[in-house]
């Protein structure tokens, strides 16, 4: 059935176990209280999270149980407001290899997304805007970092074979 659409149904080994929940706080250093931020589904999963540099935003990279909906929730860790950031659903999407990390001086995110059909980075600035393709071709990122002193981004891809993994600026 190559090129079919197929229906994915998530079953729990032990009927009447009670469901996941992903859960997401912080902690106030200076007072030591801690606090949950409000999740739109704590079913999804949390596949990473990062806080901005200057410690007032914090992004959750999340999907749905069957990684149909990949999403990046953005809060304002002063109010507790929460926007959707970024948001993508492919009902052929099987794997979870998203990764989102801060662009340098918090301008926006760098995303890892195989939203092209190939995993790519791309960068988005705020909720509204589009996201801006930084890479592209017929083969694969597998990670990435930002360095913010130098404002570049280093990733591993199989670029110059599909076997290998090797180190990019």
């Known amino acids: 059935r190559d090129g079919e659409l197929q229906i994915d149904t998530v079953i729990r080994a032990f009927p009447g176990e009670p469901n996941l929940r992903y859960d997401v706080g912080v902690l106030d250093r200076s007072s030591g209280k801690s606090r949950l931020l409000e999740r739109e589904d704590n079913s999804y999963p949390v596949w990473n999270y990062g806080l901005s540099h200057d410690?007032?935003?914090?992004?959750?990279?999340e999907s749905d149980p069957s990684v149909k909906l990949h999403r990046i929730q953005m809060y304002d860790l002063a109010s507790g407001a929460r926007e959707i950031f970024y948001q993508?659903?492919?009902?052929?999407?099987?794997?979870?290899?998203?990764?989102?990390?801060?662009?340098?001086?918090?301008?926006?995110?760098?995303?890892?997304?195989d939203r092209d059909g190939y995993l790519h980075l791309y960068h988005q600035k705020n909720a509204t805007a589009e996201p801006v393709q930084l890479t592209s071709g017929n083969w694969e990122i597998s990670d990435f970092t930002v360095a913010d002193a130098s404002r570049n981004i280093y990733f591993r891809a199989n670029k110059s074979q599909a076997a290998e993994r090797q180190l990019y600026r």
């Open 88 to 113: 993508e659903r492919d009902e052929k999407h099987l794997r979870a290899d998203w990764r989102v990390a801060w662009a340098p001086e918090d301008d926006g995110l760098i995303i890892l997304t």
């Open 55 to 61: 410690g007032r935003r914090l992004f959750v990279n």
